[in-house]
């Protein structure tokens, strides 16, 4: 008997902000290394540019995603994470596979089928006032700060922290989140 697992129900309100959070498979630290990171963080601004959604906040941590985004109307937020998890884990799974990394085994499910990401959605709440975007923005902001990771937020590469205070990053701009 398959054990009972909670069905994530999503309630697309169009022209609402979402908060969205994934996980690695079973919480396990498959981003710990700088490489997995930056496969994420290019694959989320590739989903980005071809899906046409308004990127607020974001920041890769070494077992989790945030993201704050803005779905453009013709797309939905299955849509834009299936774009960001699809190639992130078939590109780290046939890393692991080709130098037979031994987090391919954590990986692995009891059925024997390699897993990346948590299965389901993950967390996904919609934003319906500019406090609670702003509120939002700052928990994403500080994630890697409150987890030791970095002495300041623009000190993690792996977030929008220095795109907001409009240092040099490997990645392209946020959006604003106030107007436009």
């Known amino acids: 008997m398959e054990p009972h697992r909670k069905k994530l129900r999503r309630y697309e309100h169009k022209g609402h902000a979402r908060f969205l959070t994934f ?11 700088p490489d997995a990171r930056d496969l994420v963080a290019d694959q989320i601004h590739r989903a980005r540019t071809t899906l046409s959604f308004r990127l607020f906040a974001w920041v890769v941590m070494p077992e989790h995603v945030h993201l704050l ?6 797309t939905t937020v299955s849509r834009i994470l299936a774009a960001i998890k699809r190639p992130s884990a078939f590109h780290m799974l046939e890393r692991w596979r080709s130098s037979n990394n031994p987090s391919l085994r954590l990986a692995t499910t009891p059925s024997g089928t390699p897993r990346f990401w ?21 928990y994403i902001d500080e994630n890697p700060v409150r987890r030791g990771l970095a002495p300041n937020p623009e000190a993690w590469p792996w977030s929008s922290a220095r795109a907001l205070r409009r240092l040099e990053s490997n990645w392209p701009d946020i959006d604003s989140a106030h107007g436009g």
């Open 69 to 74: 985004l803005l779905p453009a109307q013709e």
């Open 118 to 138: 948590q299965a389901g959605g993950g967390y996904d709440r919609n934003i319906f006032s500019d406090n609670e975007l702003s509120e939002k923005m700052r």
């Open 23 to 33: 996980s690695c498979y079973q919480r396990h630290q498959f981003l710990a290394h």
